[in-house]
C-alpha cells in the first residue's frame, strides 16, 4: 500500500516563491511517473507537471519557466516562482506505480497581497 504525504502550501506575495513536497510513506519501487495537478475554485482539475521514470519532464504553458519539478528515491518537488494570482489552487501529487495511480491529500496554495 501507498501513501502520498504533501507539504509546503501556504500564502505568499505575487512573485514569490513556494516549494511543495510529496513523500512516499514506507517502500515503494516501480515508480512510472510523478505528475503534479491543481485545482482552482469553480475549474477543472489541471496538470501542472510531469516527470517521468526516464526523466523528462513536461509542464502546462501557463507555467512554464516558473515552475520546477525534481525528484529523489521517494520523493517529488513542486518549485514554484514568480507565483501569480492566478497560481492560487489546491496542489495536489499524483503517482503512477506500476500501472496504478496515487493521490496526495492536497495543499493550498494562496497568492495574494
Known amino acids: 500500500q501507498v501513501q502520498l504525504v504533501q507539504s509546503g502550501g501556504g500564502l505568499v506575495q505575487p512573485g514569490g516563491s513556494l516549494r511543495l513536497s510529496c513523500a512516499a510513506s514506507?517502500?515503494?519501487?516501480?515508480?512510472?511517473?510523478m505528475d503534479w495537478y491543481r485545482q482552482a475554485p469553480g475549474k477543472q482539475r489541471e496538470l501542472v507537471g510531469r516527470?517521468?521514470?526516464?526523466?523528462s519532464t513536461n509542464y502546462a504553458d501557463s507555467v512554464k519557466g516558473r515552475f520546477t519539478i525534481s525528484s529523489a528515491e521517494n520523493s517529488v518537488y513542486l518549485q514554484m516562482n514568480s507565483l501569480k494570482p492566478e497560481d492560487t489552487a489546491v496542489y495536489y501529487c499524483?503517482?503512477?506505480?506500476?500501472?496504478?495511480?496515487?493521490w496526495g491529500q492536497g495543499t493550498q496554495v494562496t497568492v495574494s497581497s
Open positions: 499524483y503517482w503512477i506505480i506500476r500501472g496504478a495511480g496515487y
Open positions: 514506507g517502500s515503494i519501487s516501480g515508480v512510472n511517473a
Open positions: 516527470v517521468t521514470s526516464g526523466g
